[in-house]
């Protein structure tokens, strides 16, 4: 940018633009284009920088002491014709200076490396200031090159940009990392809330589906994200392919990916589309408007259809060999295309593998959207048994693959068996057993996790539920890595993608501002602090549960539901466990204690007192 160029008043009424090109208009088909129903992005928030330091003579680099999404101001530009040339990053080399190495992405068509960008270049008109208008940035630090000042805090402010959600949840404790883990989550979410939920806002700033399916209900409760969701979905059924397939990010225009693409194998996954049905009805579940479910229904419809005509169609090879005859639950079974798979589990290799028997993971979560579609049917008085068949034998098929008759389940992973107990693919009477195996598989890896993408922000919930509140707040504190708390030992102010993000020795590895890890904290909110949202939607009836543990003596939650305030606040002190709740007009709530004591409570401020 040339800040010479700049043409003060030029929004003004008395601006002379005769000399201005004139607007065209371009002809084409808009049916699609809807109103936008979500916040507009802005200015949030200003930061000063916490140091200023010159690794080299030529440059200088700003560190604002957190990870942002948004841009600087510089105010200090220097004489008329200094050119300036600020590079944004999320970490420092070993020389100080800021690298962004680990955020190179490269184009998925050919397969050429591409630069990381992040950098803006300006020339200074020798009064005035710089700051940009039509991009944001990923970044804590920013390397300054060309000034000829020794810059002072004074002169560059970060300027957090991002939707102006209203905020709506908080979380308290009396451990220092936990509530600087849930910051992290927080910021990571805003640094990722740019109009669209994006899984970083550096390399890629793209609104993968799987990672708004898997964070929007702890989303849900730290913000109003009601109207920022719902335009998301406006897009993703904008998107959607002909057929019903849910395209791997939103917004992207189908027609994008030509058959003969590289990525035409990587059109859709389980898990990902998924966000069609998942999405609105968390978003029912959180707010109560049945006119989302309405609106997205034939959304929904598309992609449930799509699965469960791609699992009757088509076999795996690999099924097909081993038994020529298919068996009849295998009209179920989708175990055929192209699936991310847990994707990332911790020692695991990623592969883009279209061979690869996903399977359990694509039938599990056909199963699991036919069901919560077969719900919605039914609310919206639409033929839910069509889809209640669909999940029935879904479920059926899963069993017959993959359940052992002793409730292990295959393969025989974390993962599986959360995603295993969470969906309810475990009869009742063998989860027990399946959540002692869960455990078992827990301690074998050092008491570490070992789930990857779409499993880890159910495993602590899934752990405690089935009476292993323990080993999921070891989980929780776990301070070698893959673990949370590795994160904020190593400094993060934001979500890491990658566990060992920082490495012990400080090199950096893929983005450090990936919020999908941070779902850890809805842990907090709904098993610590233990406000819980039911079967009743929008908090109209909720329960609370708090789950102590961890040595944590105190911990508070609060969340604004449609409803009003809702709190829970508890302290051990002496041996007593002492519970405070708030219940919002409209509403009430199931009251449980850890000694099992239950009461149910109306609106109010209510207290209770058991035993710790």
Same mark, same amino acid.
């Given at each position: 940018?040339?800040?010479?160029?700049?043409? *003060?008043?030029?929004?003004?009424?008395?601006?002379?633009?005769?000399?201005?090109?004139?607007?065209?208009?371009?002809?084409?088909?808009?049916?699609?284009?809807?109103?936008?129903?979500?916040?507009?992005? &802005?200015?949030?928030?200003?930061? &000063?920088?916490?140091?200023?330091?010159?690794?080299?003579?030529?440059?200088?680099?700003?560190?604002?002491?957190?990870?942002?999404?948004?841009?600087?101001?510089?105010?200090?530009?220097? *004489?008329?014709?200094?050119?300036?040339?600020?590079?944004?990053?999320?970490?420092?080399?070993?020389?100080?200076?800021?690298?962004?190495?680990?955020?190179?992405?490269?184009?998925?068509? @050919?397969?050429?490396?591409? *630069?990381?960008?992040?950098?803006?270049?300006?020339?200074?008109?020798? $009064?005035?200031?710089?700051?940009?208008?039509?991009? @944001?940035?990923?970044?804590?630090?920013?390397?300054?090159?060309?000034?000829?000042?020794?810059?002072?805090?004074?002169?560059?402010?970060?300027?957090?940009?991002?939707?102006?959600?209203?905020?709506?949840?908080?979380?308290?404790?009396?451990?220092?990392?936990?509530? &600087?883990?849930? !910051? =992290?989550?927080?910021?990571?979410?805003?640094?990722?809330?740019?109009?669209?939920?994006?899984?970083?806002?550096?390399?890629?700033?793209?609104?993968?589906?799987?990672?708004?399916? #898997?964070?929007?209900?702890?989303?849900?409760?730290?913000?109003?994200?009601?109207?920022?969701?719902?335009?998301?979905?406006?897009?993703?059924?904008?998107?959607?392919?002909?057929?019903?397939?849910?395209?791997?990010?939103?917004?992207?225009?189908?027609?994008?990916?030509?058959?003969?693409?590289?990525?035409?194998?990587?059109?859709?996954?389980?898990?990902?589309?998924?966000?069609?049905?998942?999405?609105?009805?968390?978003?029912?579940?959180?707010?109560?408007?049945?006119?989302?479910?309405?609106?997205?229904?034939?959304?929904?419809?598309?992609?449930?259809?799509?699965?469960?005509?791609?699992?009757?169609?088509?076999?795996?090879?690999?099924?097909?060999?081993? %038994?020529? !005859?298919?068996?009849?639950?295998?009209?179920?079974?989708?175990?055929?295309?192209?699936?991310?798979?847990?994707?990332?589990?911790?020692? $695991?290799?990623?592969?883009?593998?279209?061979?690869?028997?996903?399977?359990?993971?694509?039938?599990?979560?056909?199963?699991?959207?036919?069901?919560?579609?077969?719900?919605?049917?039914?609310?919206?008085?639409?033929?839910?048994?069509?889809?209640?068949?669909?999940?029935?034998?879904?479920?059926?098929?899963?069993?017959?693959?993959?359940?052992?008759?002793?409730?292990?389940?295959?393969?025989?992973?974390?993962?599986?068996?959360?995603?295993?107990?969470?969906?309810?693919?475990?009869?009742?009477?063998?989860?027990?057993?399946?959540?002692?195996?869960?455990?078992?598989?827990?301690?074998?890896?050092?008491?570490?996790?070992?789930?990857?993408?779409?499993?880890?922000?159910? #495993?602590?919930?899934?752990?405690?539920?089935?009476?292993?509140?323990?080993?999921?707040?070891?989980?929780?504190?776990?301070?070698?890595?893959?673990?949370?708390?590795?994160?904020?030992?190593?400094?993060?102010?934001?979500?890491?993608?990658?566990?060992?993000?920082?490495?012990?020795?400080?090199?950096?590895?893929?983005?450090?501002?990936?919020?999908?890890?941070?779902?850890?904290?809805?842990?907090?909110?709904?098993?610590? =602090?233990?406000?819980?949202?039911?079967?009743?939607?929008?908090?109209?009836?909720?329960?609370?549960?708090?789950?102590?543990?961890?040595?944590?003596? %105190?911990?508070?939650?609060?969340?604004?539901?449609?409803?009003?305030?809702?709190?829970?606040?508890?302290?051990?002190?002496?041996?007593?466990? !002492?519970?405070?709740?708030?219940?919002?007009?409209?509403?009430?709530?199931?009251?449980?204690?850890?000694?099992?004591?239950?009461?149910?409570?109306?609106?109010?401020?209510?207290?209770?007192?058991?035993?710790?």
């Amino acid at each position: 940018m040339d800040v010479r160029k700049a043409l *003060p008043g030029w929004s003004a009424a008395a601006w002379d633009d005769s000399e201005w090109a004139k607007t065209l208009e371009i002809s084409g088909d808009f049916g699609n284009l809807k109103a936008s129903p979500a916040p507009p992005v &802005r200015r949030i928030q200003e930061i &000063r920088p916490v140091r200023i330091s010159r690794p080299a003579p030529d440059r200088q680099v700003i560190d604002l002491g957190q990870n942002i999404n948004g841009w600087v101001r510089v105010d200090s530009l220097g *004489p008329a014709g200094t050119s300036l040339t600020l590079t944004h990053g999320e970490a420092l080399a070993a020389d100080g200076d800021v690298t962004t190495d680990h955020l190179a992405a490269f184009n998925f068509v @050919t397969g050429e490396p591409l *630069p990381a960008g992040q950098v803006d270049q300006v020339i200074s008109a020798g $009064e005035g200031s710089f700051e940009p208008r039509h991009t @944001t940035h990923g970044f804590q630090y920013v390397r300054i090159q060309g000034h000829p000042q020794e810059l002072t805090a004074a002169d560059v402010t970060g300027v957090v940009v991002h939707t102006d959600l209203r905020r709506t949840g908080w979380f308290d404790c009396d451990d220092d990392r936990i509530n &600087r883990l849930h !910051e =992290a989550a927080v910021w990571s979410f805003r640094g990722n809330a740019c109009d669209v939920p994006t899984d970083c806002p550096t390399r890629e700033r793209a609104g993968w589906t799987g990672d708004w399916q #898997l964070y929007v209900p702890t989303a849900a409760f730290l913000y109003d994200v009601a109207g920022f969701s719902l335009k998301w979905l406006r897009d993703l059924a904008a998107d959607q392919y002909e057929d019903g397939a849910v395209p791997q990010f939103v917004p992207y225009p189908p027609d994008a990916v030509t058959p003969d693409s590289p990525l035409a194998t990587l059109r859709c996954s389980a898990g990902w589309g998924d966000a069609a049905v998942i999405v609105p009805w968390e978003l029912w579940r959180a707010y109560g408007d049945k006119d989302v479910l309405a609106e997205q229904y034939d959304s929904m419809t598309g992609w449930v259809d799509y699965a469960a005509k791609t699992a009757r169609q088509n076999r795996h090879p690999d099924r097909a060999a081993a %038994r020529p !005859e298919p068996a009849p639950h295998e009209a179920f079974l989708w175990d055929s295309g192209f699936h991310w798979g847990e994707w990332l589990e911790p020692g $695991e290799e990623p592969a883009l593998d279209p061979s690869r028997d996903n399977g359990p993971i694509a039938t599990a979560f056909l199963h699991y959207s036919a069901a919560l579609l077969a719900r919605i049917a039914a609310l919206l008085g639409k033929d839910a048994a069509r889809y209640q068949e669909i999940a029935d034998g879904a479920l059926a098929a899963w069993r017959a693959e993959y359940l052992g008759a002793d409730g292990t389940v295959n393969p025989p992973t974390q993962a599986t068996y959360v995603r295993a107990l969470k969906m309810g693919l475990v009869p009742p009477e063998l989860q027990p057993a399946a959540a002692a195996e869960l455990v078992r598989l827990v301690r074998a890896a050092g008491t570490h996790l070992t789930t990857g993408f779409l499993a880890t922000p159910d #495993l602590l919930p899934t752990l405690s539920d089935h009476g292993y509140p323990d080993v999921a707040y070891e989980l929780l504190f776990q301070d070698s890595a893959p673990a949370w708390l590795t994160m904020i030992d190593r400094g993060a102010s934001t979500i890491w993608e990658d566990w060992e993000g920082i490495s012990a020795t400080g090199e950096p590895k893929a983005s450090l501002n990936h919020y999908s890890k941070g779902a850890v904290v809805s842990f907090l909110h709904t098993r610590t =602090a233990g406000i819980r949202l039911g079967d009743s939607p929008a908090y109209r009836r909720f329960s609370i549960e708090p789950v102590p543990g961890g040595g944590l003596t %105190r911990a508070s939650a609060q969340h604004d539901s449609p409803y009003g305030r809702i709190s829970s606040q508890w302290q051990i002190t002496d041996g007593l466990f !002492e519970l405070t709740v708030e219940i919002p007009a409209g509403t009430s709530a199931g009251i449980r204690l850890p000694d099992g004591t239950s009461a149910d409570a109306g609106p109010g401020t209510h207290t209770y007192r058991c035993n710790a």
